[in-house]
Every structure is written in C-alpha cells, then in structure tokens.
C-alpha cells in the first residue's frame, strides 16, 4: 500500500537542491538553499555611475563581509575624496561611501609638465586622494594634489594609494642604485601626507620607510580573494605559493579560504631554479595530483612566473589551476600570453591598477575583483576614528592580541559598541533589517557560533565551552538588547580573516557543508550517513535561529528518511516538527500547499501505527487545507500543485477507509480523487492506480453487500 501511495505523489523537480534529492518528496519552488546564504545590504544598482565607459564593471564577492555600509551623512560632511586621472576605482570608492568625487583638474601641458588645479575649497576638511601611482605621471599627480591640498589648508590628507608603484624597488640588490620605496616614500612626506593607505605592498618593511607620525595602513586583499573562490565552490582546492617570498601571502589565503569553506586546505609552493645560462621551471614541493590549484602572487607583470607555475602543476597531475593576483600590471603581451597557456584555466585579480580595453580583449582568462567596498570600509572607519583591526586581521601582533582572552574580548566589546552606535557607519537599518531574536534565543546560538570564530583562549579548554562561558558572561549586557544577534555579527576569525556582519553566514556555511555531505552520502546509497549530517544541519539552523523559515524543509527531509528507513516514530516526530515550522514559510501558498502535504504525511505514519482514529484526523485536516484554499481564491488563482496533491491525498484516505472496510465512504473518496485527477495535470499511470483500485472496490463492494443479503 506505501508504494502505491508514494507512487501517486508528484517527485521533486529535477533543479531542486540537496534536501529534495535526499527525500524524493516535497520542495518547494519558493525555498532554495541558496538564498539562506543570507547577505548583508550591498550596494544598489548606482554603484558604477560616474564611471568612465571605457573601463569594465568588476565584479564583487557575494556576501559584505567587509562593508557595512555607507557613511553617516553627518560625519561625511567634512570628508572631501578627490581622485587622480586615470583612477575608476575612486569613483565605485564614493558610490559605496554614499559621497561624490570632488572637482580637481589634472592636465598635461605640451612639454608633458603635470598641473593641478583643485576647484572645491578644502579649508578645514579632511581630503582623501584616490590614486594609483602606476607611472611617472600618476606619481606626479599625487604629489603636486598633496601640495595643492596642504597650501590650501585642508586639516588632513590622507593619500589612498591602491598600487603602490615602485614598491619592487624596497632594497639595493647590487649596490649603487636607490631604494625608490623609500624615496617615493620621503616626497610624500615632504609634500604634506598625513596618513597613507594602500593595498598589499610588494613587501612589509616599505611600512617603515615613513615617519612614524605618518600611520601607513598596508590593507591585505587575500580576504576578499579567498571570499571569492569560497563563493565559487571550488573542490579540492590546494594553494600554491610560486616562489619563496609569496609563501606567507599563500599562507593568509589559506587559512582564510579554510576558514570559509569550513575544511583544511593544504599548501605547496614552487622553488624556483636560477641559473646564469638558463631558467628552470621549479621545483614543486607538495602533492597537486587530482586537485584545484590556487597560485597566490602579489603581482602578475610579464606573467611568466604565472606560466611556468601553471606547467609544473599540470605536469604533476593537477586537476585545474587558478591564480588570484592582488594586482594586473599586464606588461607588454602579458594578457596574450596568459590566453597561449592551456594550462592556465582562471585568474583572478582586483582592480588596484586599471586595465584597458587592450589587454581585456586579449584574454577571456582575467576575471577583477572590485576592493573599493573593503577601501571605503576602510576610509569611513579612519574618517570616524574607529579601529581597522575590526574589519580584517592580518598582521601576526594583531592575532596574537586576539588569541589571549582579555585582548580578544577587547576587540569583541569594541565591534559591539560599534555596532550599536546609533549614528556610526553601521547604522540602525542595517541592524533592522534582521530578526529581533530574545536573549534566551541568543544565548544557545553562541555555541552553535562562536567556535566558527576565536579558537580557544586557555589550552587544554574546549574552544567552543571556553569561547561560549566568555560570552555569556561579558556580553550578558549586551544581549539584554534584543538587537540582531550580536556575536554572530561580530565573529573574528583565528586566521585575522574578517568580521562577519551577516547574521547568518557562519551557520549557514555548515549548514550548506553538512548538507552536501548528505548529498554525497544519499549518491553511495549510504542512508543512515546522509540522515546523520540532515539532522546536524537541522540542529545548527535551529539553534541559530528558531524562525528559520527553512526548518520546514529540513524538518521534511529527516521525516522523509527516518520513513524510508521504517523508522515511523521518529518520522512521526519530525513531520510534527515541520508542522511547528510552517508559520515561518513566508509565501501563504507555499504555507497552505505545505500543510497539505506534511499532513497527509502525517496521516499515513499514525496509520502504520495503528492509530486510526488520529490518522484520520488528519486526513481530514489536509482535505480541509484543500478546500479553504479553493474557497478563498478564484478559479484562476487556485494552485496547480495544490491540485495534483489532492488526489493523491484522497487515494490516500480511500484505501485507509478500505481497511476500516468502510466501502461507501472509500468508493466515495477514491470517485472524487480521480474526477480531480482528471482535472488536475496528474501523469497517467497514477490515475491508473486509482481506477484499478476503484474497480476492486466495486466489486468486493458488490460481493460483500450479496453475502448481508
């Protein structure tokens, strides 16, 4: 009788993801795992407005986990942002500060001397210069705006050097030659800068070339690289360092991308071989063989390191390479000859430097990365004095002040007092626009949370307990608030990687892990395995966020395998469970159709356990489903689902009334079922089941009602 009634009903659509594939019944069309990977507000379709045409769109990670925001208005008032020619990442910079570029003209004259004329009063205000110093021109720029900003009196001039030119340039290699960081780095100051930021410099020490009243913020783009390959499911992934001084680099990409997508990722690195009379490919230490290799470089300029490192990996058996590059020079034919190598299949890189139209028609391989909203994080954070360190951790002092547990709280207290500000970057919408959990909903998830983020603070301690007891006790306060829940919002990684300000990132992450576990699982026929990682996912959606509106489909799932599994108590459980969560499922169709379904789920459990009089309730319940649908809606407004479902729940209580050898009310039943079938889309074989089993009745029927006589 189970297989003819699973038979009837409508299988899942062949695009549904892990939970319809487990369970082979219900999924909704409205609910995809997907869409739990919630996102923090990004930026809306102005981004790129004011962007000169001929530079390209770059793309950005999905999820904000560096930008919360645009400024208050009010301390955007004193902020002035000027850029150089030649910089479009200054404006998608000033999209995501929520101001405009202010008018400065750059112009060559026609002995190619540099002018600079800044036609906005800056007196008082605290400018920031958007330049990237690619060439003699650019650096020209960038000086002469400093000194025009400083005769007229602005308070403060921060220079935002995304590239830093000359970087390669940090030491005498062979005696009787400049140090050209350092000197790029004296007229800087000898022109007025205050502060500097740029993007991964060539090495660390260049930090140091500057006076120490001149803070130099050395932001790390790895973060968003390993957000972006974390996002691009890559499997099996492996990170290559190409030679020795990108190792550490390779190592921060690493422990970011583990973190991400919640797995180790093993490293290896090319030794590069140099000889007077002839160069040699490298050494490969490490196993690539079957893997997706990642190489990791500051820089790609001739890309011959990139080629090289990409043929040492697929001789040795690598499945595919990528490379992410924080920054495209693109010298020469670099691009040409990055689309020559076959071996070669992705690289990725940001938009520090600008790339023309040239070198992006001359390969389909190059994909950038847009770093303006980790920039413009990281100017409104200065302009507001707030601490960096909260945005993304990469220096080891830092990491090391989180691991001791009065230093990591510190850094905790500071992001949620932050958080909370009312007129701060992180504004109160950003907070609104997530669930208003109650303390005693937040307490429980810190478990389910923080172990994703600090390791533990005391050796020989269970990271989660000691992480977990920290919380409770220092943000009792905080909690006491029912504002978004906190410490998911500001999880600090152990690797530095970043603060999460999305309420359900981390759980969802494990979530989605312990669902494609399942999925493999259910692939190898290994049921029991697959039931096991459902309700680990189930467990952290629940303790997360009792609302969840996807608790109905898990909760589905499990009930589903525990029946196929002929476990029916426990079936019964969870389809009790996903009756529970129903009120969560936001589309009212969706809702009704859903309860439909799981109660006559629920009816066919209580009656294989015998229990008759409460599976006929709720048979009865799923057809009152039915019709207060159809009563509340038009004739063109009913649900087509809802209407291939109905039959197959009333063959469902035609063949329970047969059991209570109740022939009128089954023959009853079974007529309505296929005079709905045959109004509804239902294949035909299913409609045969209802006839054949129509027939038996009426003969029996006859049979029976002879014999009285």
Same mark, same amino acid.
């Given at each position: 009788m189970m297989n003819r009634l699973r038979a009837l009903r409508v299988?899942?659509?062949?695009?549904?993801?892990?939970?319809?594939?487990?369970?082979?019944?219900?999924?909704?069309?409205?609910?995809?795992?997907?869409?739990?990977?919630?996102?923090?507000?990004?930026?809306?379709?102005?981004?790129?407005?004011?962007?000169?045409?001929?530079?390209?769109?770059?793309?950005?990670?999905?999820?904000?986990?560096?930008?919360?925001?645009?400024?208050?208005?009010?301390?955007?008032?004193?902020?002035?942002?000027?850029?150089?020619?030649?910089?479009?990442?200054?404006?998608?910079?000033?999209?995501?500060?929520?101001?405009?570029?202010?008018?400065?003209?750059?112009?060559?004259?026609?002995?190619?001397?540099?002018? #600079?004329?800044?036609?906005?009063? &800056? +007196?008082? !205000? @605290?400018?920031?210069?958007?330049?990237?110093?690619?060439? $003699?021109?650019?650096?020209?720029?960038?000086?002469?705006?400093?000194?025009?900003?400083?005769?007229?009196?602005?308070?403060?001039?921060?220079?935002?050097?995304?590239?830093?030119?000359?970087?390669?340039?940090?030491?005498?290699?062979?005696?009787?030659?400049?140090?050209?960081?350092?000197?790029?780095?004296?007229?800087?100051?000898?022109?007025?800068?205050?502060?500097?930021?740029?993007?991964?410099?060539?090495?660390?020490?260049?930090?140091?070339?500057?006076?120490?009243?001149?803070?130099?913020?050395?932001?790390?783009?790895?973060?968003?690289?390993?957000?972006?390959?974390?996002?691009?499911?890559?499997?099996?992934?492996?990170?290559?360092?190409?030679?020795?001084?990108?190792?550490?680099?390779?190592?921060?990409?690493?422990?970011?991308?583990?973190?991400?997508?919640?797995?180790? #990722?093993?490293?290896?690195?090319? &030794? +590069?071989? !140099? @000889?007077?009379?002839?160069?040699?490919?490298?050494?490969? $230490?490490?196993?690539?063989?079957?893997?997706?290799?990642?190489?990791?470089?500051?820089?790609?300029?001739?890309?011959?390191?990139?080629?090289?490192?990409?043929?040492?990996?697929?001789?040795?058996?690598?499945?595919?390479?990528?490379?992410?590059?924080?920054?495209?020079?693109?010298?020469?034919?670099?691009?040409?000859?990055?689309?020559?190598?076959?071996?070669?299949?992705?690289?990725?890189?940001?938009?520090?430097?600008p790339m023309d139209k040239s070198t992006r028609g001359a390969t389909s391989k190059i994909v950038t990365l847009s770093v303006a909203p980790f920039i413009a994080e990281v100017i409104s954070c200065i302009h507001t004095k707030s601490s960096i360190i909260q945005i993304v951790l990469t220096r080891s002092d830092s990491l090391s002040m989180l691991m001791t547990r009065g230093g990591a709280m510190?850094?905790?207290?500071?992001?949620?007092?932050?958080?909370? +500000?009312?007129?701060?970057?992180?504004?109160?919408?950003?907070?609104?626009?997530?669930?208003?959990?109650?303390?005693?909903?937040?307490?429980?998830?810190?478990?389910?949370?923080?172990?994703?983020?600090?390791?533990?603070?005391?050796?020989?301690?269970?990271?989660?307990?000691?992480?977990?007891?920290?919380?409770?006790r220092d943000f009792r306060r905080w909690l006491r608030k029912e504002v978004a829940l906190l410490t998911v919002m500001i999880v600090a990684g152990v690797s530095g990687v970043y603060i999460y300000q999305n309420r359900e990132n981390a759980p969802s992450r494990q979530v989605m892990r312990q669902l494609d576990l399942a999925a493999k699982s259910a692939k190898d026929d290994d049921r029991e395995t697959a039931l096991k990682h459902c309700l680990q996912a189930y467990s952290i959606t629940k303790a997360t966020n009792p609302q969840d509106r996807h608790l109905f489909e898990l909760a589905f799932a499990i009930a589903a395998q525990f029946e196929t599994l002929g476990k029916i108590d426990s079936a019964t459980r969870y389809y009790l469970d996903a009756v529970g969560a129903l009120p969560y499922v936001r589309d009212s169709t969706t809702r009704e159709r859903s309860r439909l379904v799981v109660f006559d789920r629920i009816a066919q459990c209580y009656q294989d356990r015998g229990e008759r009089r409460a599976a006929e309730n709720y048979y009865r319940q799923a057809m009152d489903c039915y019709e207060s649908h159809i009563r509340s809606r038009s004739k063109d407004e009913i649900d087509e689902q809802m209407k291939r479902e109905i039959p197959a729940v009333l063959f469902n209580y035609g063949q329970f009334l047969t059991h209570q050898r109740r022939w009128a009310d089954a023959l009853l039943a079974l007529r309505l079922a296929l005079q709905l079938a045959d109004a509804a889309d239902v294949p035909e074989e299913n409609k045969q089941l209802i006839r054949k089993l129509l027939e038996s009745l009426e003969v029996d029927g006859d049979d029976g009602e002879d014999a009285e006589e």
């Amino acid at each position: 009788m189970m297989n003819r009634l699973r038979a009837l009903r409508v299988g899942a659509p062949a695009s549904a993801a892990v939970v319809g594939a487990l369970c082979g019944g219900y999924w909704s069309d409205r609910h995809r795992w997907s869409e739990a990977r919630a996102e923090a507000p990004g930026p809306d379709d102005r981004v790129f407005k004011g962007v000169e045409e001929k530079w390209y769109p770059n793309i950005t990670t999905k999820h904000w986990h560096f930008y919360r925001g645009k400024m208050n208005p009010n301390a955007a008032k004193s902020l002035k942002l000027f850029k150089c020619a030649d910089t479009p990442i200054a404006d998608e910079i000033a999209n995501y500060l929520g101001v405009k570029v202010n008018k400065m003209h750059v112009k060559n004259f026609a002995d190619g001397e540099t002018s #600079v004329l800044v036609d906005e009063g &800056v +007196r008082g !205000h @605290r400018v920031y210069i958007v330049c990237s110093t690619t060439n $003699v021109d650019r650096l020209m720029e960038l000086l002469l705006s400093i000194s025009a900003m400083r005769r007229a009196s602005a308070k403060s001039i921060t220079a935002v050097i995304p590239f830093y030119g000359y970087a390669r340039q940090d030491r005498m290699h062979k005696g009787r030659e400049p140090v050209a960081a350092a000197d790029i780095a004296r007229m800087l100051e000898v022109m007025g800068v205050d502060h500097v930021v740029t993007v991964d410099l060539h090495s660390a020490q260049i930090e140091g070339f500057f006076k120490p009243e001149i803070p130099v913020d050395n932001l790390q783009a790895y973060p968003v690289g390993a957000v972006y390959f974390s996002e691009m499911h890559a499997t099996n992934p492996i990170v290559i360092a190409p030679h020795s001084s990108a190792v550490n680099r390779a190592v921060l990409f690493r422990d970011i991308l583990s973190r991400t997508i919640d797995e180790f #990722v093993p490293l290896a690195f090319v &030794v +590069r071989k !140099h @000889r007077l009379d002839d160069k040699l490919p490298g050494e490969l $230490v490490g196993e690539v063989d079957g893997r997706d290799c990642i190489i990791i470089d500051n820089l790609v300029d001739t890309g011959s390191t990139l080629v090289k490192t990409a043929q040492v990996l697929k001789s040795h058996g690598a499945k595919s390479v990528s490379a992410f590059c924080v920054h495209g020079r693109f010298s020469g034919e670099a691009a040409a000859k990055l689309q020559e190598c076959d071996e070669l299949d992705l690289l990725v890189t940001t938009n520090t430097i600008p790339m023309d139209k040239s070198t992006r028609g001359a390969t389909s391989k190059i994909v950038t990365l847009s770093v303006a909203p980790f920039i413009a994080e990281v100017i409104s954070c200065i302009h507001t004095k707030s601490s960096i360190i909260q945005i993304v951790l990469t220096r080891s002092d830092s990491l090391s002040m989180l691991m001791t547990r009065g230093g990591a709280m510190r850094a905790l207290d500071g992001a949620a007092r932050r958080l909370l +500000r009312p007129n701060g970057p992180t504004s109160a919408r950003l907070i609104s626009s997530y669930p208003q959990p109650s303390p005693r909903v937040a307490i429980p998830a810190l478990r389910v949370v923080y172990p994703i983020g600090i390791r533990g603070f005391a050796s020989g301690q269970s990271r989660g307990d000691v992480g977990y007891e920290l919380l409770k006790r220092d943000f009792r306060r905080w909690l006491r608030k029912e504002v978004a829940l906190l410490t998911v919002m500001i999880v600090a990684g152990v690797s530095g990687v970043y603060i999460y300000q999305n309420r359900e990132n981390a759980p969802s992450r494990q979530v989605m892990r312990q669902l494609d576990l399942a999925a493999k699982s259910a692939k190898d026929d290994d049921r029991e395995t697959a039931l096991k990682h459902c309700l680990q996912a189930y467990s952290i959606t629940k303790a997360t966020n009792p609302q969840d509106r996807h608790l109905f489909e898990l909760a589905f799932a499990i009930a589903a395998q525990f029946e196929t599994l002929g476990k029916i108590d426990s079936a019964t459980r969870y389809y009790l469970d996903a009756v529970g969560a129903l009120p969560y499922v936001r589309d009212s169709t969706t809702r009704e159709r859903s309860r439909l379904v799981v109660f006559d789920r629920i009816a066919q459990c209580y009656q294989d356990r015998g229990e008759r009089r409460a599976a006929e309730n709720y048979y009865r319940q799923a057809m009152d489903c039915y019709e207060s649908h159809i009563r509340s809606r038009s004739k063109d407004e009913i649900d087509e689902q809802m209407k291939r479902e109905i039959p197959a729940v009333l063959f469902n209580y035609g063949q329970f009334l047969t059991h209570q050898r109740r022939w009128a009310d089954a023959l009853l039943a079974l007529r309505l079922a296929l005079q709905l079938a045959d109004a509804a889309d239902v294949p035909e074989e299913n409609k045969q089941l209802i006839r054949k089993l129509l027939e038996s009745l009426e003969v029996d029927g006859d049979d029976g009602e002879d014999a009285e006589e």
